[in-house]
């Protein structure tokens, strides 16, 4: 199983960026995927879920109205949209794929991660 994360880097608050996560070796199409992130001396924390299918998500409190998460079944990949970036957004975001069909907000729920993409809003 690999789960490679792409698209994090350095940008400006109230900017944007979108990050990817491109699966492979389970089957993506029956997974409910997620984002997560840490920052230093923080918790792993939840940001944002995926059904199967796409038509249900669920969100963090902090991230909603602001992050989109999407997912292509054909391209076996998802993407997390995130704008009007905040200071407090700095950190490493993980993907993970969830052991069932559900988006899930509990990372128990979840058995492959990937290895991280950081994230750093600054002036």
């Known amino acids: 199983v690999q789960l490679v994360e792409s698209g994090g880097g350095l940008v400006q608050p109230g900017g944007s960026l979108k990050l990817s996560c491109a699966a492979s070796?389970?089957?993506?199409?029956?997974?409910?995927m997620g984002w997560f992130r840490q920052a230093p001396g923080q918790k792993r924390e939840f940001v944002a879920a995926?059904?199967?299918?796409?038509?249900?998500?669920a969100y963090a409190d902090s991230v909603k109205g602001r992050f989109t998460i999407s997912r292509d079944n054909a391209k076996l990949t998802q993407y997390l949209q995130m704008n009007s970036l905040k200071p407090e957004d700095t950190a490493v975001y993980y993907c993970?794929?969830?052991?069932?069909?559900?988006?899930?907000?509990?990372?128990?729920?979840?058995?492959?991660w990937g290895q991280g993409t950081q994230v750093t809003v600054s002036s």
């Open positions: 995926i059904n199967w299918n796409g038509d249900s998500t």
């Open positions: 070796g389970f089957t993506f199409s029956s997974s409910a």
């Open positions: 993970a794929a969830g052991r069932s069909f559900r988006a899930t907000r509990d990372d128990y729920q979840y058995d492959y």
